[in-house]
């Protein structure tokens, strides 16, 4: 016989291991038997319990739904961005920023796309922040190249612009408001 803990061959019937010292039989309970959603669970690595909620592990569930920032944050963008970038547009009839026009349209698509809990609201929320990034950088671009302002004050302005997109853009990445509403976050 051998030792069930150590390995080494004992005499039979051996109540204890004289190599290591304790108890040579393993006292196993009899195996549960599997249920089917055991059974379902192991079969399919992918499957997912009818219980369970079309969202997983929710941090927070009783913040699920649009309110706080996430109502603010859509709100700016479906609302107030457009109205600010109309009132830009008609006192200046002859630089129609198209740049701007295009921001303040995706805007408005990506907060209606968040106001209704869409999943694919994330993709256009992206594109969004990066378009924001790419009309900063142009500006910056062309106060340095086309107007030749070397200078950090005349820069400084596009630059502070910036602070707006990294603050929404933390907002997505870690508000508990947004995983328990969408199920995860930018």
């Given at each position: 016989?051998?030792?069930?803990?150590?390995?080494?061959?004992?005499?039979d019937n051996s109540a204890f291991c004289q190599i290591c010292g304790r108890e040579?039989?393993?006292?196993?309970?009899?195996?549960?038997?599997v249920s089917r959603v055991s059974a379902a669970v192991y079969a399919e690595p992918n499957w997912i319990p009818a219980q369970q909620t079309r969202f997983p592990a929710v941090r927070r569930p009783e913040l699920a739904g649009v309110g706080g920032w996430l109502l603010f944050f859509c709100i700016s963008v479906t609302i107030l961005s457009p109205l600010m970038t109309i009132n830009i547009i008609s006192g200046n009839y002859a630089a129609l920023p198209t740049l701007d026009t295009a921001m303040a349209a995706l805007g408005v698509v990506v907060g209606v796309m968040l106001w209704s809990v869409n999943q694919r609201a994330f993709v256009f929320l992206w594109i969004y922040f990066g378009l924001f990034l790419a009309r900063v950088a142009l500006r910056i671009l062309s106060l340095y190249v086309v107007e030749e302002s070397h200078?950090?004050?005349?820069?400084?302005?596009?630059?502070?612009?910036?602070?707006?997109?990294?603050?929404?853009?933390?907002?997505?990445?870690?508000?508990?408001?947004?995983?328990?509403?969408?199920?995860?976050?930018?």
């Open positions: 016989m051998f030792c069930a803990r150590c390995g080494e061959q004992i005499p040579a039989t393993l006292k196993l309970d009899p195996p549960q038997p200078n950090i004050e005349s820069i400084g302005p596009a630059l502070r612009s910036l602070i707006p997109l990294v603050i929404w853009f933390l907002y997505f990445k870690q508000s508990d408001r947004v995983q328990a509403t969408f199920g995860r976050n930018l």
